[in-house]
């Protein structure tokens, strides 16, 4: 079986099993607000074939038509419109939901390095983590990436989120009643705010929401913490109640100072005698940072106040928010890079959720080859790594790999 033919083969039983899962779960679909208003996009098994421009008034309208046409994946307008089919210059835009888009991609995590790979389209030499802006080979410039998902980054994705939510609402003043979260199916979430407060807002409008949440142009010296102000009580100026950035950079060098060990200090960059001083203070004075400000140098400082904005801002992928005409997957449908299902998470179970169990989509077992996979997890069970093996699996585990193009059914000998 060549090439082509493999990665036919895969797509043609990832596709059959997507077409039962739809057949049999057309309720969990959970249609947006006002769908008669939205435009809704279908990504097709067929490479590179996306239907645009399409809008259903009901509910078993749009089931009707994903069981008819089985796309890999399947997406909304945060977008309101007048007339969703019509060209887009005539669509009539009446507004947008505010949404961000968390990926472990915009993140940096350690794991990437072991279970992320990239090849270089031109000679094939290959790597771990991200692609090189260059082949170290060749010198070519364009790689294909496989990206998995661990428990690591999806941790990461899952800290943002939280991030996210808690700054919308205790600085944007947005309710929990008009923040809804939903897992992505691969490596983040998507959070949506549907509010007449945020609907009619520009694009230019979201990227200044979009600086503020990324603490883009932060200026220490205006907030007033360039260099620990000394005093003996410094409670008073400068709280994790301080509202805004303030609160936000208080309460992240208390999480450094009182709370980190080590191995998590290390991994933000802090040097080592930072890292010393902080957990020789820890000892002896507690819970009380106001006397380790106080003592600090000024290099010390510096370095403590930067990880601490790093540890306040939030990674969102910025093009996403300021998009106002933007598609974003719809909830409980499938992934096609996966197989897992898109769900909403309540914001109380974020803790809790785990989406490498919760979205498990599949049940049976898939005999397939398998040309090459880093150890993953999924469905409560640890597998891999592998290379060029033969293998029956859990459906679940062998249509992630099919979606990630790492393996191809295994043919059946005729008898």
């Known amino acids: 079986m060549n090439n082509e033919a493999k990665h036919r083969a895969g797509r043609n039983m990832v596709k059959a099993r997507f077409h ?220 994790v109640h301080d509202p805004g950035w303030r609160g936000r950079i208080a309460r992240s060098i208390e999480e450094i100072i009182l709370r980190m060990d080590r191995e998590p200090l290390g991994k933000l960059g802090l040097r080592r005698e930072v890292i010393e001083s902080i957990i020789e203070y820890r000892k002896n004075i507690g819970k009380d940072i106001s006397e380790f400000i106080k003592d600090v140098d000024r290099k010390t400082w510096r370095q403590i106040i930067h990880k601490a904005v790093t540890l306040a801002k939030v990674n969102i992928d910025t093009v996403v928010t300021t998009d106002i005409h933007r598609l974003i997957r719809l909830p409980g449908t499938l992934n096609g890079k996966t197989g897992l299902k898109a769900s909403k998470v309540n914001v109380k179970d974020l803790p809790r959720f785990d989406p490498l169990k919760e979205t498990v989509a599949f049940e049976g077992e898939e005999r397939i080859h398998i040309e090459e996979a880093p150890r993953f997890e999924i469905g409560g069970e640890e597998y891999g790594p592998f290379k060029d093996v033969d293998e029956t699996l859990p459906a679940h585990a062998a249509i992630l790999l099919l979606c990630k193009g790492s393996a191809y059914p295994v043919v059946k000998p005729i008898v």
């Open 20 to 239: 039962e899962y739809y057949r049999r779960n057309r309720e969990n679909i959970t249609p947006p607000k006002s769908m008669g208003q939205r435009e809704f996009g279908f990504l097709l098994f067929v490479e590179g074939v996306m239907l645009r421009h399409k809008s259903f008034n009901q509910p078993s309208e749009l089931g009707k038509f994903i069981e008819a046409t089985v796309p890999s994946d399947i997406y909304y307008s945060a977008a309101y419109y007048m007339d969703p089919e019509a060209p887009m210059d005539r669509k009539g835009w009446t507004g947008s939901d505010l949404i961000f888009d968390i990926d472990a991609d915009h993140i940096e995590t350690e794991c990437k390095k072991i279970h992320d790979r990239w090849r270089c389209d031109a000679c094939g030499t290959s790597g771990g983590g991200k692609p090189p802006m260059i082949c170290p080979k060749c010198k070519g410039q364009r790689f294909t990436e496989t990206t998995w998902m661990c428990r690591e980054c999806l941790e990461e994705a899952k800290i943002e989120a939280s991030k996210l939510i808690d700054l919308l609402i205790r600085d944007f003043g947005v309710n929990h009643e008009e923040v809804n979260l939903n897992f992505s199916g691969h490596r983040g979430y998507h959070i949506h705010v549907e509010s007449e407060v945020f609907k009619n807002l520009g694009s230019d409008e979201r990227k200044e929401i979009v600086d503020y949440l990324t603490g883009l142009g932060l200026d220490l010296k205006l907030l007033n913490l360039s260099y620990p102000p000394g005093e003996s009580d410094i409670s008073g100026k400068f709280t």
